[in-house]
């Protein structure tokens, strides 16, 4: 492995924690508290939830997918506590979940009521930059051998539904307009 590129995947790992703290920071910021709380709250309870769903019981046949691939290595947010314990949990990934929904969230923000085709159309850049943040999010998972394949979508799509989820029936109500 190329130590630039590890050293970069392991400083990139680090980013779903910095959300939490620009979050509130952006609520204290643009006087919005209520929204931001709201927010953190949500990513705060969907870590939990993945925790909970990595710990589910899952029959031997599907240790291939729901276990950490072998050799993965600097797994946590601080990314230095070295390899994996043999058969540790591994899906879906938080740090994908964790980037996945808070890309969504602000997608979602920015989109409000606008239709889908004319919102990408005009905000094509805003819309590239949310996806290039999970997509390097993926790479450094993969590239440190964190995660498989399959943890890494599963962790996106449970991330990106559990935000739409969230914004549509909680976090647009807390906006301030």
């Given amino acids: 492995m190329n130590e ?3 050293l970069a995947c392991d400083i990139y790992s680090v980013v779903p924690l910095g959300i939490y703290f620009a979050m509130l920071y952006f609520g204290f910021y643009t006087d919005n508290i209520n929204e931001a709380l709201g927010f953190c709250l949500f990513f705060f309870v969907n870590n939990e939830i993945t925790s909970i ?3 589910l019981p899952y029959p031997e046949s599907l240790w291939k997918v ?3 691939p072998e050799g993965s290595f600097n797994t946590d947010y601080l990314s230095r506590n070295g390899l994996s ?4 949990p591994g899906f879906p990934s938080g740090h994908m979940t964790s980037m996945a929904a808070f890309a969504m969230y602000m997608i979602l923000r920015k989109k409000g009521d606008q239709d889908w085709d004319i919102f990408v159309k005009e905000n094509y850049f805003f819309v590239g930059v949310n996806v290039l943040s999970v997509l390097l999010m993926a790479f450094a998972r993969w590239y440190k051998k964190c995660h ?3 943890q890494i979508i599963g962790g996106t799509v449970y991330g990106s539904v559990t935000a739409y989820i969230y914004f549509n029936y909680i976090g647009k109500y807390l906006i301030s307009n």
Avoid: E
Wanted: net charge positive; no cysteine; charged share 45%.
């Fill in 53 to 55: 769903i990595k710990k």
């Fill in 148 to 150: 498989n394949l399959t």
């Fill in 66 to 68: 729901t276990r950490r």
């Fill in 85 to 88: 314990k043999k058969d540790a």
């Fill in 4 to 6: 630039q590129i590890l």
